[in-house]
């Protein structure tokens, strides 16, 4: 929307067999929770929609690099050195990105191996770049 305010919120949002999903709107995007992303029936319709909304978080949460020649793989190393994310946190990045990579260019590879597996591990991503992202306490603001 042209001249709409940037925002952070959760929305609570009535799902198919009256479960509830919840999403995080930030910027104008809506980052949604893992629970979410399992309504899409279509693997790739999971995965490109849940590391699109990865790499809109490092890009705007944590200035990874954005571009046509910047991979996500590049993505991540730049938050990982930049914010000093976890290693398991930047392992799972890195088990969502490739794959993402394996879906899309991979011709034999049609379907993930555990969708369960892949939005546990996006889930437990989202949760720690969040984190990051509001610091030790979401409370303390200094002013001088």
């Not at 849940?50 to 571009?67: C, I, M, N, V, Y």
């Not at 989202?126 to 992202?133: P, R, S, V």
């Amino acid at each position: 929307m042209k001249g709409a305010a940037s925002f952070s919120a959760i929305i609570h949002r009535p799902h198919q067999h009256d479960h509830h999903t919840q999403d995080f709107c930030t910027m104008g995007s809506a980052f949604s929770t893992s629970s979410s992303y399992l309504q899409y029936k279509n693997d790739f319709e999971l995965v490109i929609r849940s590391t699109k909304d990865l790499e809109h978080l490092l890009e705007t949460g944590f200035g990874a690099p954005s571009g046509k020649n910047i991979g996500l793989h590049d993505k991540i190393t730049a938050a990982q050195n930049s914010h000093g994310l976890s290693q398991d946190t930047v392992k799972k990045l890195r088990y969502l990105v490739t794959i993402r990579n394996k879906l899309v260019h991979d011709h034999d590879f049609n379907a993930l191996p555990d969708r369960v597996h892949f939005a546990k591990s996006y889930d437990s991503v989202e949760k720690e770049l969040k984190g990051k992202l509001k610091g030790p306490s979401s409370s303390s603001c200094v002013i001088s």
